[in-house]
């Protein structure tokens, strides 16, 4: 039987107009000290540097201290991000809490953050050449933490087919050639991602999660300071610049470079790599 739509109440616009509340208020955030790594940076030198083909993925070593940066070098390109401690894949990004401590997209300033138990900041953006883009007129905006990452179960469940070259697969294949685990132990550490110069939000009407064209161009770049060391791989997704389709082989697609940079000796002096959570991990039953 059919059930009837549930009668709005008399009170509804009422219901409907109460104001929201920011569940995490962040003003007693650990502030980054912006101006001691631009000095860093400054006199830093390229140490490594990762090309990462279309529709592939690879990945990378920024120790603590270190700096990255992901360009688009031949033409609009997005990426998929996922970074681990570098010595215990158990720590690695939370774009949830990433997304619930900043907002939906992320820039210069803000930071990601990896998961409990350690929920400590990974890496932090110091420069973002896609900033001036902000929030546009259908709440789009670049950089997100919102989307998970282009994968073939969805895509078999959607269209069916088996398809390869979805970013779950690209991450999951750099991961067991970089650590040597079997592809079924590396797939269970790829993670939910940064989206990388991917344009994205929600529809109005539906809540939908869309993209869009990017707005990235050739020379753009997103650079992070590792405060932590880190192990990265980076995707070049199959979507090219998501204007249009992804999971498929039919967007045109380029290449990603990652090149990490060491600060000179000194550069950093009074600056540590942030602990883990303070929390005591009792959850309620005592010592």
Known sequence: ???????????????RNVPPVICYPNQTLPIPDLNLYARARDGAEKVAELRVAPRDAGCFRAPAGHFFRITSVEGPQVGDLNLWHADDLAERFYSGKTRALHGTHITRGQRMWSGFPYLRPMATITHDSLEWYGIDQYGGSVHDVIGTRCDPYTHNLLAGGQYHHCCHSNLTRALADETGLPLHEAERHVHDVLNVFMCTGFTRDTGQYFMKASPVRPGDCLEFFAEIDLLGALSACPGGDCSAQHS??????????????????????????????GYDRSHGRGA
């Not at 039987?1 to 219901?15: E, F, G, N, V, Y």
């Not at 060491?262 to 942030?274: F, I, K």
């Open 1 to 15: 039987m059919t059930q009837p739509a549930p009668l709005q109440p008399s009170d509804a616009d009422t219901r």
């Open 248 to 277: 498929s082989d039919a967007a045109a697609c380029h290449p990603l470079l990652v090149e990490v940079f060491a600060p000179a000796p000194g550069a950093l002096d009074g600056w540590s790599s942030p602990a883990p959570s």
